[in-house]
């Protein structure tokens, strides 16, 4: 079992930064592939980041540019750095993992078999 903890949302101006975290619990979650994603209230849940192996990470569209997504094995954890913040940025963020695959090979929700129970970060002045 993987049980993945998220910390580090909040209510943030637009413009601004914020870094959230997934604290995993077993050690070989440096090993597959892990990912972040959000989901705003009524919207479905979307990627955002995901992160490899090889700690090759690779984002949507809608982020790439602002967010940063990196790892640190030796405290088994998962960041997600979000910059230049925007309202739309609004949602409930979620790490989650898939344990049998280095590859990150799929960007649905459905792929991945770990999550965490998510933090929120509110954009707004």
């Known amino acids: 079992t993987q049980d993945l903890v998220e910390s580090g949302g909040g209510s943030v101006e637009p413009g601004k930064s914020i870094v959230l975290s997934c604290r995993a619990s077993e050690r070989d979650a440096a090993s597959y592939c892990m990912g972040w994603f959000r989901q705003a209230p009524g919207k479905e849940r979307e990627g955002v980041a995901h992160?490899?192996?090889?700690?090759?990470?690779t984002y949507a569209d809608s982020v790439k540019g602002r967010f940063t997504m990196s790892r640190d094995n030796a405290k088994n954890t998962l960041y997600l750095r979000l910059n230049s913040l925007k309202p739309e940025d609004t949602a409930m963020y979620y790490c989650?993992?898939?344990?049998?695959?280095?590859?990150?090979?799929?960007?649905?929700?459905?792929?991945?078999?770990?999550w965490g129970q998510g933090t929120q970060v509110t954009v707004s002045s």
């Open positions: 989650a993992a898939q344990t049998v695959s280095p590859s990150c090979r799929d960007w649905s929700p459905s792929w991945y078999n770990y």
């Open positions: 992160i490899d192996g090889a700690n090759v990470a």
